[in-house]
């Protein structure tokens, strides 16, 4: 049996040992907010070859904050381009995952005011109302005067690489069940699970980091 006094002398150093471990707890530094810049770039490298998005904040805020995010989490890396319509967009920002892109696809973040024109080799956030923006986004292929009516927000532009957007596979076409291409509802639950077997001529995204 333990004496009162050595089980006396045990709590209290229990004590100070747990005080010990919640100041070095609380002594660790709070990690740094990050600081997005006014103006960055980022290297997409595709299965169809690479360009360079250029994203202005002053265009669209809360869209250039996301995307940095998205791209930081390496959000966009083995997603497909599941809709590609030539003389229109090129569509992608569904995660690889479909238990990611469910949770992600949830972060709605407001609408931006619209500034910029959706016009040829310009990236917008997709969107279904107000204040649905959240993990989607495409390029525009050509000038596209009628998104500008629909409030699609442009926040960056492609500065590299344009022709590789112009080449990627377009054959499956328009969004199942309406076309060829995947069905929206699928793609969207199921993710690349549902894609790649069904898709396969899809071009995807290899890697998409910021650049120094």
């Not at 709070?30 to 360009?51: H, L, M």
């Not at 917008?124 to 998104?147: H, M, Y």
């Not at 377009?170 to 929206?184: I, V």
Request: proline fraction near 7%.
């Amino acid at each position: 049996m333990w004496a009162p006094a050595i089980i006396g002398a045990m709590r209290s150093k229990a004590v100070l040992l747990g005080a010990g471990f919640i100041l070095a707890a609380c002594s660790k530094p709070a990690p740094k907010p990050v600081v997005v810049p006014d103006v960055y770039r980022a290297k997409f490298e595709t299965s169809k070859g690479d360009f360079v998005v250029e994203v202005t904040k002053a265009w669209a805020p809360r869209g250039a904050d996301r995307f940095h995010e998205l791209l930081r989490m390496h959000y966009f890396d083995d997603g497909r381009f599941f809709r590609v319509l030539p003389g229109f967009i090129a569509q992608f920002g569904i995660n690889k995952d479909f238990d990611v892109h469910a949770r992600w696809r949830e972060l709605v973040i407001a609408d931006d005011p619209p500034k910029e024109k959706n016009v040829r080799g310009t990236l917008a956030f997709a969107q279904s109302g107000v204040n649905t923006r959240a993990t989607e986004a495409f390029i525009n292929l050509k000038d596209n005067p009628e998104l500008d009516e629909d409030r699609f927000v442009p926040f960056g532009r492609v500065v590299e690489g344009m022709e590789v957007a112009d080449m990627l596979y377009s054959g499956y076409g328009e969004l199942g069940p309406k076309g060829r291409g995947p069905d929206a509802g699928r793609a969207e639950n199921e993710a690349n699970e549902y894609m790649v077997p069904r898709f396969p001529m899809l071009d995807y995204i290899k890697h998409a980091r910021i650049m120094e």
